[in-house]
């Protein structure tokens, strides 16, 4: 069975700072990867996936991430953060074998110090 | 971006109470999903469907159940609202792609609260 770690469940970063955001994954087949993001009180946007090709996405809001096949990661990252980007981070991983489902991880929480 | 819709936002209710959650997509998507993710914590698969007619238990023991009588509709109800309901319910719908190259869109949820 598939699963997926985030390994800081807080965050916190200066407005403009970098950003990485930590995911591993296990799984023996090729996986399917996604992060979410959730803003308190609401249901998760999806910022990008990663199906094949490329191991470098671009996502929405200016969020990037990369696949390391050989780390078993899909990190998370963004140049210059901004205050609206506090929100919580799921990584998630999709199988082919397990009906379609996504397993997340625990999440991590992003806090933006001004 | 799928258009899924989530009724009621927020709900508190006493103790025995029946309730349903509503969801609704416009977007024709043949699977959908209920997660209950507890504050700060990870989401937890409750129930899907993979169509109309179609529903099946997730990984998390759930007391709620669910129908699929149209596509565009997966409602979720507890008989009996107990303390240990208090949640947030999130739905959530796919197009189905098979290979395990299938989008989940969420919708907004739903925070129950159980007195």
């Known amino acids: 069975a598939q699963s997926v770690t985030q390994p800081d469940i807080h965050i916190t970063v200066s407005e403009g700072a970098s950003l990485e955001l930590r995911c591993n994954y296990s799984?023996?087949?090729?996986?399917?990867l996604f992060w979410y993001v959730q803003s308190p009180g609401q249901g998760l946007q999806l910022l990008l996936k990663?199906?094949?090709?490329?191991?470098l996405v671009q996502g929405i809001k200016g969020f990037e991430a990369e696949f390391k096949r050989s780390q078993s990661s899909f990190n998370l990252r963004k140049p210059s953060v901004h205050w609206s980007d506090a929100a919580e981070y799921f990584c998630?991983?999709?199988?082919?074998?397990?009906?379609?489902?996504?397993?997340f991880g625990g999440g991590t929480r992003l806090m933006v110090k001004p | 971006e799928a258009d899924i819709y989530q009724t009621p936002r927020y709900l508190v209710i006493g103790t025995g109470k029946k309730i349903t959650l509503e969801c609704s997509q416009t977007?024709?998507?043949?699977?959908m999903y209920w997660y209950q993710q507890d504050p700060g914590m990870e989401l937890h698969l409750i129930h899907y469907?993979?169509?109309?007619?179609?529903?099946e238990k997730g990984d998390l023991s759930s007391e709620s159940t669910v129908s699929r009588i149209r596509t565009e509709h997966f409602p979720l109800t507890l008989e009996s609202a107990r303390p240990s309901h208090t949640s947030q319910y999130l739905c959530?719908?796919?197009?189905?792609?098979?290979?395990?190259?299938?989008?989940?869109?969420f919708g907004p949820g739903t925070r129950l609260t159980v007195l």
């Open positions: 998630a991983v999709g199988a082919w074998n397990a009906g379609n489902m996504l397993t």
């Open positions: 799984y023996g087949a090729t996986p399917y």
């Open positions: 990663y199906f094949s090709g490329d191991t």
């Open positions: 977007m024709g998507h043949d699977k």
């Open positions: 469907s993979y169509g109309v007619n179609s529903t």
């Open positions: 959530a719908s796919s197009p189905g792609t098979s290979g395990g190259q299938d989008t989940q869109y």
